[in-house]
């Protein structure tokens, strides 16, 4: 009697374990932050506006948003505020850029300091200037 007890038991934390490990599994793939802009290229001059969709970052805090070019400088920063579920949807400006492909990245930046917060996720598009022919 003694072993159908302690059996039961086992058998019980090995399900909590595999149910509680499925949870985590879910729970970290919609946390992915994603992007999506439009469009994905533009002219030279005199600016563009990008269209930004963004998921997954941390509710109600801020995203910083970086061009970074070729020759790795960053021409471009800016922030955006996320709504309660970690995401937004707003317009940027793409100004003085010039021709060159840009990795617009994004990145949690709870504080507003211009740096991402350490250990954020980070994901980027990919913006050309000008649209290729």
Do not use: W
Not at 113 to 120: S, W
Request: overall charge negative.
């Amino acid at each position: 009697m003694f072993l159908k007890g302690k059996l039961a038991f086992i058998y019980g934390m090995v399900a909590l374990g595999v149910f509680g490990l499925t949870d985590i599994m879910f729970l970290t793939a919609f946390a992915e932050p994603k992007v999506d802009i439009s469009p994905t290229c533009g002219p030279a001059e005199p600016g563009f506006n990008i269209v930004i969709n963004a998921n997954g970052f941390k509710p109600n805090s801020n995203v910083g948003v970086k061009f970074v070019g070729s020759d790795s400088k960053i021409p471009l920063y800016t922030q955006f505020d996320t709504n309660s579920t970690g995401g937004f949807n707003d317009v940027t400006f793409a100004d003085d850029l010039k021709a060159d492909h840009y990795k617009l990245y994004l990145a949690d930046d709870s504080n507003s300091d211009g740096v991402f917060d350490i250990g954020a996720k980070r994901v980027y598009a990919n913006v050309t200037i000008p649209c290729e022919k």
